[in-house]
T-cell receptor
């Protein structure tokens, strides 16, 4: 069964450093998403992406964040200058459509900012 | 602002009983409501979707209801098993590319 994959599974970085989180969505999906989940808290929407551009973003997704689909398979989230409060689990998800379609989530990248 | 609340942080029930989880929302009119299961350290896994014009949906031992007047969805697991122990999330969506998740209910089924 097709699945969303994410790399790395864990990332430790120093405050102020840039990190890039990578995702490979399911191949025939058209909509891509990033979410984050701070330990013990709810899953929070960051951004959605369709047709090579951002469709919607939350207030969390400020200028420090960017997303890119550099080729036909990868979907990346970049955090330019990490802060302590960026420590969280980051999930990538993809869906075929957007009208209530099932989102398939990846296993997540656990980011720790020291 | 939009708010989604799930009835309790944790729910313990005996094996074989029916678990009922609640999702309430305010300041929102979702067209779709989804339920997900999340195990510790893992990504959410889709379980069921119900549309605003549907009252009830079933899948095996799972049942979801959606009351747009009460702004509430109920999620039932019948004949619960210890393997059903997990956190269950509701997520709402309407006509945009954004899904809003609830806080989750941690279910523990006791053998």
């Amino acid at each position: 069964e097709p699945e969303v994959t994410q790399t790395p599974s864990h990332q430790v970085t120093q405050m102020g450093q840039e990190v890039i989180l990578r995702c490979v969505p399911i191949s025939n999906h058209l909509y891509f998403y990033w979410y984050r989940q701070i330990l013990g808290q709810k899953v929070e929407f960051l951004v959605s992406f369709y047709n090579n551009e951002i469709s919607e973003k939350s207030e969390i997704f400020d200028d420090q964040f960017s997303v890119e689909r550099p080729d036909g398979s990868n979907f990346t989230l970049k955090i330019r200058s990490t802060k302590l409060e960026d420590s969280a689990m980051y999930f990538c998800a993809s869906s075929e459509g957007t009208s209530g379609e099932t989102q398939y989530f990846g296993p997540g990248t656990r980011l720790l900012v020291l | 602002s939009q708010k989604i609340e799930q009835n309790s942080e944790a729910l313990n029930i005996q094996e074989g009983k029916t678990a009922t989880l609640t999702c309430n929302y305010t300041n929102y009119s979702p067209a779709y409501l989804q339920w997900y299961r999340q195990d510790p350290g893992r990504g959410p896994v889709f379980l069921l979707l119900i549309r605003e014009n549907e009252k009830e949906k079933r899948k095996e031992r799972l049942k979801v209801t959606f009351d747009t007047t009460l702004k509430q969805s109920l999620f039932h697991i019948t004949a619960s098993q210890p393997a059903d122990s997990a956190t269950y999330l509701c997520a709402l969506h309407r006509g945009t590319y954004k899904y809003i998740f609830g806080t989750g209910t941690r279910l523990k089924v006791l053998a």
